[in-house]
């Protein structure tokens, strides 16, 4: 049987007339407020609160503090709804950090809607601060659980292999890399590298001024080693 959650529950107002309200003269077509959310979207909005809570409480807790039902009370929802949406732990959290990080690809590509630009500083700070917020914290924390739990593990790196290939993509298209040329994509890579690396530094301190001052020499680099754009 399943769980009726009292999340996906809206208030229902209908009166003795079923769709009808107490006047009884509501056509088929009409809504008024109290009207059922539709089931589609209740449960869309249901399953990204339950990934934006996995993802935060990652960040906060680590693995060993995320349970299933500590994200479930963080989002406002029942535990058997949660396994609705994920059957396992590992199911929950891979997708949650793979959902952000899509989110954080996207908000990446508004900042530049018009592609590469001839600001590469510009771009070597937005791609360091994909490194520096709450899911690179929370991705983290799922590396070290996939280090010993099997059945996390294969999913864990099949995730970072996908987001490490769009990152990788994107970078090369706002720095206007070629990566015909010899060295480039190393270039591009190592600067992704960096990037991580900076991340794991601003884990335990404000990393911010050796970041700002990084960040402006790898521009520099980056200009000699691609050309201006």
Not at 63 to 82: D, I, Q
Not at 124 to 144: C, E, I, K, M, S
Not at 181 to 193: K, S
Not at 199 to 215: I, P, Q, S
């Amino acid at each position: 049987m399943g769980v009726v959650t009292t999340d996906d529950r809206t208030p229902d107002d209908r009166g003795p007339g079923g769709d009808r309200g107490p006047g009884g003269d509501r056509g088929p077509g009409d809504r008024v407020p109290g009207d059922r959310v539709p089931k589609q979207d209740r449960s869309r909005a249901t399953r990204q609160r339950l990934l934006a809570a996995a993802v935060a409480c990652l960040a906060e807790r680590g693995w060993a503090g995320s349970t299933v039902t500590v994200v479930a009370e963080r989002a406002g929802v029942s535990r058997g709804a949660a396994q609705h949406h994920f059957p396992t732990r590992e199911d929950l959290f891979t997708a949650a950090v793979e959902y952000v990080a899509e989110e954080r690809s996207d908000a990446l590509r508004a900042l530049f809607p018009q592609g590469a630009t001839g600001d590469r500083r510009m771009v070597v700070t937005a791609l360091v601060d994909l490194y520096t917020g709450p899911l690179f914290r929370a991705a983290l924390h799922l590396w070290v659980a996939a280090s010993d739990e099997e059945q996390l593990r294969p999913r864990v790196t099949e995730l970072e292999a996908r987001v490490g290939r769009e990152s990788h993509r994107i970078a090369v298209e706002l720095l206007g890399a070629d990566e015909s040329a010899p060295g480039v994509r190393e270039t591009v890579q190592g600067l992704l590298d960096m990037a991580r690396g900076l991340g794991l530094a601003n884990l335990l301190t404000d990393d911010a001024g050796r970041r700002e001052r990084v960040v402006t020499q790898w521009a520099r680099l980056l200009d000699d080693a691609l050309g201006k754009i």
